[in-house]
C-alpha cells in the first residue's frame, strides 16, 4: 500500500471520490470500504474529507456515504462532462439532495474545455444552473474548471457568484489566483503541486493568503509525487500538504490550523482540533 508520513497537525481532505477510488480498485463502494479509506487516511493526519459526486447517481452515493461516516461529508453536482440529458427531474434530486444536512457543497460543477466532449455553451448553461442551485439552498459553489479560466471567472461575474466558491484542483497562473483572492474565492491545490513541471502552479500558491487555502486529492487521480501514476487516496494528502506550504511559505502545522479552520468557515465541519 501505498503511504505518507503522517502530519503532526491534523488536516482534511477538500475533494475526493471515494466511490471512484473503489471503481478503481475494482471492490464495492460500500460502508466497508468507506470506513477503511477513512481509517487509514485518519492514521496520516488526515481526520475528514469531502466526497464529490460528478452525477447524479454519484451524488446520490456521496450523501448515503456522508450520512453513514461522520467523518466523510458529500458534494453534489453533475461534472460539467455529464451535464447532457440532464433533466429537470435530476435537477429536483440534486436540490434534494443539496439541502440534506451531510451536504456541505454544490460541486463539482463549472467548464470542461478540455475533452472534447460536451459543447461549451451546454456546460455554460448547467454551470449556471448550478450556481443558481448553490445560492438556493445556501452552500458553497465547489468549481472545476479545466482549461476554462476565463468563462468560469466571466460567468460567476454575470450571475452574481455565491457567498463561498472554491475552485477544486486549481490550476491557474498567480495572475488568477489573485484574482480569485479579490473575489474573495478559496483555491484547493491537488497533487499536482509536488509535480517537477509545474512550476507555475508553486508560484501561483505563493500569492494565495491562508485564509484562502485549502488542499485536496482528488482521489483516485493526480496522486502526488513519488506515487504519480498510481491511484490516489486521502491517505497520501500529506505529501501535497508539505509541497503547497513549501510552496506558500508556511510551516506545515500552519497551513493545516488554517487549512481546518477554512473548513470549518466555509463548509461549516465541527472543529477538527490539534
Ligand atoms: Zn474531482
Not at 88 to 94: G, I, N, V
Not at 100 to 107: H, K, L, Y
Request: charged letters at 20%; glycine letters at 6%; proline letters at 7%.
Amino acid at each position: 500500500m501505498l503511504t505518507a508520513d503522517p502530519l503532526a497537525s491534523p488536516v482534511f481532505d477538500a475533494h475526493t471520490h471515494l466511490d471512484a477510488m473503489a471503481h478503481r480498485a475494482g471492490v464495492p463502494a460500500d460502508d466497508a470500504y468507506v470506513a477503511e479509506q477513512m481509517r487509514e487516511a485518519r492514521a496520516a493526519g488526515v481526520v475528514a474529507a469531502i466526497t464529490v459526486g460528478d452525477t447524479v447517481a454519484a451524488s446520490r452515493w456521496c450523501v448515503a456515504a456522508a450520512g453513514g461516516h461522520p467523518d466523510v461529508y458529500a458534494a453534489v453536482a453533475v461534472h460539467p462532462t455529464e451535464v447532457d440529458g440532464l433533466t429537470d427531474d435530476d435537477y429536483a434530486e440534486l436540490a434534494a439532495l443539496a439541502g440534506d444536512p451531510r451536504c456541505v457543497a454544490v460541486g463539482e460543477t463549472g467548464l470542461d474545455y478540455y475533452w472534447d466532449r460536451t459543447a461549451p455553451a451546454a456546460q455554460q448553461e448547467h454551470f449556471r444552473r448550478h450556481i443558481a442551485l448553490a445560492k438556493s439552498v445556501g452552500k458553497p459553489l465547489m468549481i472545476h474548471d479545466r482549461e476554462a479560466h476565463v468563462d468560469v471567472l466571466r460567468i460567476l461575474r454575470e450571475e452574481g457568484a455565491p457567498e463561498q466558491v472554491v475552485f477544486h484542483a486549481f490550476s491557474g497562473d498567480a495572475a488568477m489566483a489573485r484574482e480569485c483572492v479579490a473575489a474573495g474565492y478559496l483555491l484547493s491545490f491537488p497533487g499536482v503541486i509536488t509535480f517537477k513541471n509545474a512550476p507555475a502552479l508553486r508560484d501561483a500558491a505563493a500569492v494565495v493568503p491562508l485564509e484562502h487555502l485549502l488542499v485536496e486529492t482528488d482521489a483516485p487521480f493526480l496522486t502526488p509525487h513519488p506515487h504519480r501514476g498510481r491511484p490516489n487516496a486521502p491517505r497520501l494528502l500529506p505529501l501535497t500538504v508539505r509541497a503547497l506550504a513549501a510552496a506558500a511559505g508556511h510551516d506545515p502545522e500552519v497551513l493545516c490550523a488554517a487549512v481546518r479552520a477554512n473548513g470549518t468557515r466555509v463548509f461549516g465541519l465541527p472543529e477538527m482540533g490539534d
